[in-house]
């Protein structure tokens, strides 16, 4: 099955969690860096919770945000999860 | 300007039941009596997390010589922070490496001598590479993060491959190449760890082969010895901007070895707020910015990046703490360090790292 087959479900890798810093807001915290979140990252990470598919996430993403166009979002999703994938920071399971 | 700190390095304790002949403690150690209480480090942690800090590197000595170190990772998780054990594990068992983790452990950092029991054990001066083999495949089975740690120098560069290899094995999800630096007991050991410039130039290749071969499975993090570079590391990101290390006895530093630099009196947690001696405190001023710097450091267009290379090292070196760091090809004193690169291995012997409850540094072998 593709990483981005829509039945994965893309859950936070261990030793990466998400934080709300008083100066910075939303960061992602990894061992040993931190990741600043902005724009809908700290929403998607939040709905990478280990329950839900990736079709999951973006459906829920597309229905929030309903003025956009969904094909986008689905894009944006994508190569915002296979960037923290890369960075071992979340896994498709 | 303002600073905000984003990681603390708790060094909790300068107890550990390895001598390595390279570690980063200072030669004058605390002793167990001048420890920060577990209600000491709490507090700290709570402040620490008001300035702005994020991250919490426990790390020791060994920090697991303390009894408390689980006490130690709920308190830091309670103030919010993110927290890294850097541990050797000696000693560490099923149901404590599981109440670790219970009590909030977000990643394990393990130390490695070597890929080869022998070699590993020499520098460690005593029998540790079989046990750290064993809780690296233990801590496996729990979720956290896992860095494996490999302190490079002269002596292990030529079993590199075996030593991502062994990281490999053991799946980790990061692997750190950590050449030496040379302070601390690394500094009188430094003429038998600092490799060739042909052993640098083998390791980029190799590290670099191996994270083509290993993306996405695993980092690889290298440093490599300052010695050798052109420009200055920007040591800790600079003094006071970003770091702070608290020592056993609650003493606030820049960095790991500030102590060697004379002249400066660093505050404790004991009788200073810790804001105040973050923002306020003469010795964490003192290497702020570039007004203290002098030529060519002053003018450079790199001062911004590197702040001038390392204050430990330039008085190490020079003398004057002020200098320019003398690894820069720029500084005037870079002779200094040329003079150790050409320089044979002329110390016939290590010298291994003592326990605080002793005195003297000695020459010792290691312990069969």
Redesign the interface.
Known sequence: MSELAPARIPRL?????M?Q???LGP?L????S?LRLTGPGPRIVELCDGARTLGDVIASLQSEFSGADPDMIQREVETFLLSL????ALNFE | MSF?P?ALIAEVTHRCPLRCVYCSNPIEMRSRSDELTTAEWQRVFGEAAAL?V??L?LTGGEPLARPDTEQLVKAGRAA?L?V?LITSGIGLADARLEALVAAGL??V?LSFQDAEQAQADEIAGTRAHAAKLDLAQRIRKH?????MNIVVHRGNLGRLSQMIALAEALEV??LEVANVQYYGWAFENRNRLLPTRDQVQETIAIVDAARERL??R??IDCVLPDYYARFPKPCMGGWGQGLMLIDPAGVVLPCHAARVIPGLTFDDIRSKPLRWIWEESVSFQRFRGDQWMQEPCRSCERKTRDFGGCRCQAYLYTGDADATDPVCSLAPKRDLIDAVIAQESAAPQWVYRINPSNTPAVVTEPRA
Do not use: I, W
């Open positions: 890798a261990a030793g990466c969690r934080t810093s008083t100066d960061v915290l990894l061992p040993e931190m994938q890369e960075r071992r | 905000v984003r702005g994020l991250q590197h919010g993110y890294n977000d990643h950092q979720r956290v993060a896992f860095t999800d990061k993306k996405g695993m980092r």
